[in-house]
């Protein structure tokens, strides 16, 4: 069957089909949108809009990590490979540009650069998560729960605010595929399993068998 990308999707085509559709018109206005972002960032250097240039300048890590850093400090979250203008270097660019150097350039694109400044939770193998909660017992003298808002970046080695314990408890429970986390688990579970292994090298005759 043919489809015509521009035509309604009608009550004959199946599933997959509907989907395709759905996805090429999205893809056909993001473009169309980044079109007119770049046209903008063009029509500026023609009028000579202050710290915007024609030709892009060699690639600069340094400053891209710079514009990066005020994106953080400016909306409090890393920005990411959507559309949108942005200076770097006091050049205008736009952050899908920006990803794409990266990733040429053999840094794995901006989601790795984000990862590397602890903008952004990292994969959390069991034994990771297995840590946090260690240490978090520690300075609190009970296991964390995955209630709330509660902060759990600083068991993650990342900034304020990127790593809350609910997000844990999802990774454990649903699987989170880039940690090798196949579900099934709570943090509930894994401070038993704990307790039961550590009963068991404080006593030999306690069973330390994984439930």
Known sequence: MTIDYYEATGPDMSATEKLLVTARRIELRLAAIEGHLMAAVEAASKLGGAGVQRHA?????????????????KHGRAPHGALGIVTVGGVATTWRAIDSRLTRSGGGGLVALVRALGMRLDATPLGVIKQAMLAYRQDHGEWPKPVGSEDASPYFDVRPGVARWPTIERRLYGGHKASGLTGGWTMARLAAEIDRQEAAAASPGVDATPR
Not at 57 to 73: G, I, K, L, M, Q
């Open 57 to 73: 300048p060699p690639f600069d890590p340094t400053a891209v990590e710079a514009a990066v850093e005020t994106y953080w400090t």
